[in-house]
């Protein structure tokens, strides 16, 4: 398969020959790609990374924008992630009023920002809240789940073809809009529903869902996970309830996905509500049937026009994260941070999350309405978190064409700083330093070369690691060529060394550079040299992006 910077190259060469009209390549349709596991998103024929703001939940109104647009600027975001509710486009059953996408349109276009609209429907974490009332308050027509004890869950079934029919029907006249009004695609992917799943409750055990679940598995989700034909119970054991549920809702999704992109194909994604990765608990205790990190396969063999599962990020600890990012950076599956809270914390895994070729990352709850989701998020919404995404994004913005194609070839790295060390017993001061040290102390493998990075040292000095207060560093490192490397972070060290194939050659830094992309073009500013490299690449809270030549060298004798 072509790599994406050749498609770009053959695209303008086609324009250029006359194959292909202006009119037929002005604004192509926004892509997910992928190849070899690697994948990219294309926004106007070229691969792109989502710097992403998301709004609050009740932001989605015209009166509200005045307050989201300027986080927006000072964010430096690309891309604003915002709620279209089924209540505000379909009020009354077969009417439909799409004002606000029309305002949404063009106030993006004046902002120059693109769009990632959030589709609240059939559920919204769980239940129906921003589904019309006439849906919610007709649970003859529209049934929730229900519970294995008889009780009626705040939840709608995937199992009623009501629903799927009325929620499809108004999410393909979304699609049918943005078709006609949106001919440049300011719109750049949709998510389908919001937090799908159930709480309080496994599955759902209505009579109807009962009749289903005693049947055979289907035979579509036999043959992709290749297992014995037979009923849920037979084929999947103590799993059965949650994979019946998430088998469900996923083809639900599917479904409405697959409609939306008949009209207007555009990349589609659903959102999740994590459980906890080392302590789940029991389906139920969290959002059963949603894309949780045991029931991915059984989404990605259900819901085929899904392009990516995405996480929603609310744990603050580094290791906890780390295993999210881990679960759903997948061969088949584009790692998109669709949320992650806007405190200080979590700013920090924009590094991790784009160090493993994710195609984006968005903060949650980035606008002055005046409401904060502390303690999930910062407590006061604040110049102060602004500033901790900003800074990031500033650190990507001079490569950010130059990375997303780099990333697409699977040519980059990226780690973040790991929270402090556990409290120890350790009374041995040099054995509690080396401790420190090395958890502060990260290795990247490079190919001919490693980069280690460390955290919390002096610039001009060999002192060990000992940590930021508190933890925010990170370091992002792409591959130009066999030895070359652009390498930019945050309050962090970088150094390299030879790998094993070296090892015993003399080697040295040849000329690292400072400067910045601009159409394609390398722009260099000055050479770092002297004390700017003798004690490793140190990057403060400052915007530096560096271009590093390494090369070993010959010893001679008379």
């Known amino acids: 398969m072509s790599t994406f910077s050749e498609v770009v190259r053959r695209i303008c060469a086609l324009i250029i020959t006359g194959l292909v009209s202006l009119a037929a390549v002005a604004a192509p349709l926004p892509k997910l790609m992928s190849d070899d596991g690697h994948h990219a998103l294309l926004v106007d024929g070229e691969p792109y990374i989502i710097l992403g703001s998301q709004t609050n939940n009740s932001s989605n109104y015209p009166a509200a924008l005045k307050d989201v647009w300027p986080s927006v600027e000072k964010l430096g975001a690309n891309t604003l992630s915002i709620p279209v509710a089924w209540e505000q486009v379909e009020p009354m059953e077969g009417s439909f009023d799409f004002s606000y996408l029309n305002v949404l349109l063009k106030e993006a276009k004046q902002h120059n920002v693109r769009l990632i609209l959030l589709w609240f429907g059939t559920w919204k974490n769980n239940a129906p809240h921003y589904a019309p009332a006439w849906v919610k308050l007709d649970n003859k027509r529209f049934p929730r789940v229900v519970t294995r004890g008889g009780d009626t869950l705040n939840s709608l079934s995937p199992m009623s073809a009501n629903t799927l029919n009325a929620d499809k029907t108004a999410f393909v006249e979304l699609m049918r809009y943005l078709k006609k009004h949106d001919k440049e695609h300011r719109v750049i992917m949709v998510q389908v529903q919001n937090e799908v799943g159930t709480y309080g409750s496994a599955r759902d055990y209505s009579p109807a869902a009962q009749a289903v679940f005693q049947a055979q598995v289907p035979k579509d989700l036999v043959r992709a996970l290749n297992v014995q034909q037979g009923t849920w119970s037979e084929v999947f054991k103590a799993d059965a309830d949650e994979f019946f549920h998430a088998y469900h809702i996923a083809r639900y999704c599917d479904e409405i996905a697959a409609a939306g992109k008949a009209v207007k194909n555009l990349p589609m994604y659903v959102n999740v509500a994590l459980r906890h990765p080392v302590n789940p608990g029991l389906p139920g205790s969290y959002s059963s049937g949603g894309a949780t990190d045991n029931v991915i396969h059984i989404w990605k063999a259900a819901a085929p026009n899904i392009d990516s599962i995405a996480p929603d990020i609310y744990f603050r600890e580094y290791d906890l994260v780390e295993k999210v990012l881990d679960a759903y950076a997948r061969l088949d599956n584009p790692l998109f941070v669709a949320e992650i809270g806007n405190d200080q914390a ?105 980069a280690t990075v460390t955290y919390g040292r002096p610039m001009f000095w060999i002192a060990p690691p000992q940590g930021n207060t508190p933890s925010a560093g990170g370091v992002l490192l792409a591959q130009l060529g066999q030895d070359e490397f652009l390498v930019t972070g945050y309050k962090a060290r970088v150094e390299f060394s030879p790998a094993s194939e070296l090892v015993g050659k003399k080697h040295m830094i040849e000329r690292v550079e400072e400067g910045y992309y601009q159409n394609g073009k390398w722009t260099m500013l000055r050479v770092w040299n002297g004390d700017q490299t003798d004690w490793g690449l140190n990057f403060a809270d400052r915007q530096h992006l560096l271009r590093i030549k390494l090369a070993t060298y010959a010893i001679t004798s008379d």
């Open 346 to 450: 979590y700013a920090r895994y924009f590094f991790s999350t784009l160090g493993r070729g994710g195609i984006g990352i968005s903060p949650f709850g980035m606008d002055d309405t005046g409401y904060t989701n502390f303690p999930l998020g910062a407590p006061v919404y604040d110049e102060a978190v602004i500033a901790q995404f900003s800074r990031l994004y500033d650190l990507l913005r001079p490569m950010q064409l130059e990375w997303a194609e780099l990333s697409a070839a699977g040519k980059v790295w990226g780690v973040a700083e790991p929270d402090p060390p556990p409290a120890t017993r350790e009374t041995d001061e040099a054995k509690q330093k080396q401790t420190t040290a090395e958890w502060y102390t990260q290795i990247l493998q490079l190919g001919k070369w490693n």
